[in-house]
């Protein structure tokens, strides 16, 4: 079994490693990591960004 899996997104002319999506919308809410509970992205390429929503009630956007 693999020990690290690394996801990419490729779309039209760009590719996106999921990790970094990951991290770039945990930085943008703000907080502290360890007060995250719940996490959800939605990733949609054809707007180059990718939205979250973090403890079912903080959302954000960030570009990709």
Same mark, same amino acid.
């Given at each position: 079994?693999? &020990? #690290?899996s690394?996801?990419?997104?490729?779309?039209? =002319?760009?590719?996106?490693?999921? =990790? !970094?999506?990951?991290? /770039? /919308? #945990? !930085? /943008?809410w $703000? $907080? @502290?990591? *360890? =007060?995250?509970? !719940?996490?959800t992205?939605?990733? @949609?390429?054809?707007? &180059?960004? /990718?939205?979250? +929503?973090?403890? $079912?009630?903080d959302? *954000? @956007? +960030?570009?990709?």
């Amino acid at each position: 079994m693999a &020990k #690290k899996s690394t996801v990419y997104i490729q779309h039209a =002319d760009f590719e996106l490693n999921m =990790d !970094d999506v990951i991290n /770039a /919308a #945990k !930085d /943008a809410w $703000g $907080g @502290k990591r *360890g =007060d995250i509970k !719940d996490f959800t992205l939605y990733v @949609k390429p054809e707007e &180059k960004a /990718a939205y979250y +929503v973090i403890n $079912g009630t903080d959302t *954000g @956007k +960030v570009e990709l």
